[in-house]
């Protein structure tokens, strides 16, 4: 059995770093590895029996088979990588994103390529040379990254049940819609669209999406039970085009209606399916609503969704990330 040792960002969490740890729990109650990880990483899963402390967790890492150092926002903990001193060994899961529109600045993105930039969603070269591989959420994939992006969490399909009433047409909440701006015209145009159309539509805020306080999970809670009820799902991505939301919709076994993607699927995977409606603009956006509404008056059956959702949750669930790694 595999012996996998992760080091988590410091105090703070992050989606990636979620991502690997929910596949991870769901291969060790599969009894496929064995895992141990940092301590004091907040996290929605119950980690109590993976954690040690760091002079256990050395041990654990030096005798490992693999280990998953996990980049955080001013939180990757290098420090106890460089005491663990096992580069052959260790691979890097970049989650960073440019932030705010910066995913649309030409400039900044040349300057990502050809290695110039050095702010918040630049390539780690240091990593890239020091690490056996480089695993990168977002776009560029240069010099042999590998892609690997968000998956769909345990948690996000908790509420949903194959014989759910699917009784809401369109979803389109999102945590905040100060950017990219297409995020608020998107729900504007919804509302509007619903209005004239006679369609039931839920845009209105949840209490929230983090998990640090109770009123917060009531809210995270509460954007689940609506996904389960919904039949088509609206995703933009925030400061990197890969977010929550794309994969909490599928998740769901909803219909995605999506920015046109741009992250790429692990080797082996795509984003194929008949479930997925792509626009590139605000004019786009508006005839996809056009052509779903239709859909959904007309030709909408739920049963006949469940199985493709089925191969959506083998080819891109939590699981699916982490055994791409290790294969």
Request: proline share 3%.
């Amino acid at each position: 059995m595999k012996k996998i040792a992760v080091i988590t960002p410091i105090l703070k969490s992050d989606y990636l770093a979620n991502t690997i740890l929910d596949g991870l729990i769901t291969l060790k109650d599969e009894s496929i590895l064995d895992f141990k990880m940092t301590m004091d990483y907040p996290t929605p899963f119950p980690i109590r029996e993976y954690t040690l402390s760091e002079n256990e967790f050395i041990k654990y890492a030096e005798s490992s088979d693999l280990i998953i150092l996990v980049w955080g926002k001013r939180s990757t903990n290098f420090a106890l990588a460089d005491k663990i001193n096992k580069w052959n060994k260790t691979i890097f899961i970049d989650g960073s994103e440019t932030g705010k529109d910066n995913r649309y600045n030409k400039e900044i993105q040349e300057k990502i390529i050809n290695g110039s930039y050095d702010g918040i969603g630049s390539i780690n070269n240091e990593m890239l040379n020091k690490c056996k591989t480089y695993y990168r959420r977002e776009k560029p994939y240069i010099n042999g990254i590998k892609p690997l992006p968000f998956g769909i969490e345990t948690r996000y399909t908790k509420y949903f049940k194959k014989d759910i009433k699917k009784d809401i047409d369109f979803t389109c909440i999102f945590g905040q819609e100060d950017y990219p701006k297409m995020r608020k015209q998107a729900r504007i145009i919804l509302e509007k669209f619903c209005k004239k159309n006679g369609f039931i539509c839920a845009t209105g805020r949840t209490k929230g999406f983090d998990f640090d306080d109770s009123t917060k999970i009531a809210g995270r809670e509460e954007f689940y039970k609506i996904l389960a009820r919904t039949k088509v799902g609206i995703s933009i991505g925030g400061g990197g085009f890969d977010t929550a939301r794309f994969w909490e919709i599928l998740g769901n076994n909803c219909i995605l209606l999506t920015e046109k993607i741009d992250i790429e699927a692990p080797e082996g995977k795509d984003f194929n399916y008949n479930r997925i409606y792509e626009f590139i603009n605000m004019e786009e956006f508006e005839n996809k609503l056009i052509e779903l509404g239709n859909y959904i008056k007309n030709y909408y059956n739920q049963e006949s969704m469940i199985i493709e959702y089925e191969k959506v949750l083998r080819d891109h669930s939590t699981r699916s990330r982490v055994m791409s790694i290790i294969e």
